[in-house]
C-alpha cells in the first residue's frame, strides 16, 4: 500500500481555491498516548493564503509539501485561522512567520490559565502566541476573512470556533473538534469534551447550518470531508492511513500496516 502525502481533493466557492492540505483521522492510539492527526485546510484566493488548523509536529513537512505544489513556502501564508488551542490544531502556527494568526480571545485566555503538563494545551505555544505581533483576537458573529464568519461552537473546549465559507449556492462548514468525525456528527455525542449536552448542542447548531444549502460540505476535525445525501453524511473521498514498521532485520524491510 501507497499512502499519499495528501489529500487531492480541490474545491472552488466564495472566490477561493481550497483543498484539504492534511487528512484527518478519526482515530485514536492504543497503547501510545494521542495520535492527532488533524484536518488541514489551505485556501487561496482574495490576495490571501489561508490555513484552516496547522496540525501537530509530525504534519510539517506535509503542509510544506502542500504549499510547494503551489509554488509556494510558509513565509507565504498570510492567515493562520485556528478553531482551537489543542496541540494538534495549533502549535505549528510558528511555522508561518509573515501569517496573522487568528483564534478567539476567550479560547486563548483559556488556554493561558490551563494547568502546565496535564492537559492537551501547548503551553510554551499559547504563552508566545498570547505576546506575538503576530496574533489577532477574533470573536464569535465576526467575518473574519472574505466569505469567512466565525461561530461559537464550544464543548470540546470553551472557546472553540467553527468557520463557515459562505458561497453562492453551497457553504463548506470547517468543524474543527466541535465534531471530529462522522461518528460524533451522527451520534450527536462527542469524545474528549467537558460538558457533553453542551457538545451536544454545538453539534446541534452544526446540523443546522449543514441543512440550510444543499450541497453544502461539512469539514471535520478529524475525518474525510462530507456531504448530505438524503439527510446522511456521505464521505467524498477515500480515507487515507498507514503506518510503516521496521519490525524485520533491515531498514529496508517494512512492514506497512493500512489502518484505513
Same mark, same amino acid.
Given at each position: 500500500?501507497?499512502?499519499?502525502?495528501?489529500?487531492?481533493?480541490?474545491?472552488?466557492?466564495?472566490?477561493?481555491?481550497?483543498?484539504?492540505?492534511?487528512?484527518?483521522?478519526?482515530?485514536?492510539?492504543?497503547?501510545?498516548?494521542?495520535?492527532?492527526?488533524?484536518?488541514?485546510?489551505?485556501?487561496?484566493?482574495?490576495?490571501?493564503?489561508? $490555513?484552516?488548523?496547522?496540525? +501537530?509536529?509530525? *504534519?510539517?513537512?506535509?503542509?510544506?509539501?502542500?504549499?510547494? %505544489?503551489? #509554488?509556494? !513556502? /510558509?513565509?507565504?501564508?498570510?492567515?493562520?485561522?485556528?478553531?482551537?488551542?489543542?496541540?494538534?490544531?495549533?502549535?505549528?502556527?510558528?511555522?508561518?512567520?509573515?501569517?496573522?494568526?487568528?483564534?478567539?480571545?476567550?479560547?486563548?485566555?483559556?488556554?493561558?490559565?490551563?494547568?502546565?503538563?496535564?492537559?492537551?494545551?501547548?503551553?510554551?505555544?499559547?504563552?508566545?502566541?498570547?505576546?506575538?505581533?503576530? $496574533?489577532?483576537?477574533?470573536? +464569535?458573529?465576526? *467575518?473574519?476573512?472574505?466569505?469567512?464568519?466565525?461561530?461559537? %461552537?464550544? #464543548?470540546? !473546549? /470553551?472557546?472553540?470556533?467553527?468557520?463557515?465559507?459562505?458561497?453562492?449556492?453551497?457553504?463548506?462548514?470547517?468543524?474543527?473538534?466541535?465534531?471530529?468525525?462522522?461518528?460524533?456528527?451522527?451520534?450527536?455525542?462527542?469524545?474528549?469534551?467537558?460538558?457533553?449536552?453542551?457538545?451536544?448542542?454545538?453539534?446541534?447548531?452544526?446540523?443546522?447550518?449543514?441543512?440550510?444549502?444543499?450541497?453544502?460540505?461539512?469539514?471535520?476535525?478529524?475525518?474525510?470531508?462530507?456531504?448530505?445525501?438524503?439527510?446522511?453524511?456521505?464521505?467524498? %473521498?477515500?480515507?487515507?492511513?498507514?503506518?510503516?514498521?521496521?519490525?524485520?532485520?533491515?531498514?529496508?524491510?517494512?512492514?506497512?500496516?493500512?489502518?484505513?
Amino acid at each position: 500500500m501507497t499512502v499519499p502525502a495528501a489529500s487531492p481533493q480541490r474545491l472552488t466557492e466564495a472566490g477561493y481555491h481550497i483543498e484539504i492540505a492534511v487528512q484527518g483521522y478519526p482515530g485514536k492510539a492504543v497503547c501510545h498516548g494521542g495520535l492527532g492527526w488533524s484536518t488541514i485546510a489551505l485556501l487561496r484566493g482574495h490576495g490571501r493564503v489561508v $490555513l484552516i488548523d496547522t496540525g +501537530a509536529f509530525g *504534519q510539517r513537512q506535509l503542509v510544506i509539501d502542500r504549499l510547494a %505544489a503551489h #509554488g509556494l !513556502t /510558509p513565509a507565504d501564508v498570510t492567515d493562520v485561522v485556528l478553531t482551537h488551542s489543542h496541540w494538534d490544531h495549533s502549535v505549528n502556527w510558528v511555522m508561518f512567520p509573515n501569517a496573522r494568526v487568528l483564534i478567539d480571545a476567550d479560547e486563548l485566555a483559556w488556554s493561558l490559565k490551563e494547568p502546565w503538563g496535564t492537559t492537551p494545551v501547548p503551553e510554551l505555544y499559547v504563552r508566545e502566541l498570547d505576546q506575538s505581533p503576530q $496574533l489577532v483576537r477574533i470573536h +464569535a458573529g465576526q *467575518q473574519i476573512l472574505p466569505a469567512l464568519t466565525a461561530y461559537h %461552537a464550544p #464543548g470540546h !473546549t /470553551p472557546g472553540h470556533l467553527i468557520f463557515v465559507l459562505e458561497g453562492a449556492g453551497r457553504d463548506i462548514i470547517f468543524t474543527g473538534d466541535a465534531a471530529k468525525n462522522r461518528a460524533e456528527i451522527l451520534s450527536r455525542s462527542a469524545d474528549m469534551t467537558y460538558d457533553q449536552a453542551v457538545s451536544r448542542s454545538s453539534i446541534e447548531m452544526i446540523w443546522g447550518l449543514w441543512q440550510q444549502k444543499p450541497g453544502t460540505i461539512l469539514v471535520p476535525g478529524h475525518d474525510v470531508p462530507m456531504i448530505l445525501q438524503e439527510g446522511m453524511p456521505l464521505y467524498m %473521498a477515500d480515507r487515507q492511513g498507514g503506518i510503516a514498521a521496521w519490525f524485520d532485520h533491515t531498514l529496508e524491510q517494512t512492514k506497512i500496516f493500512d489502518i484505513t
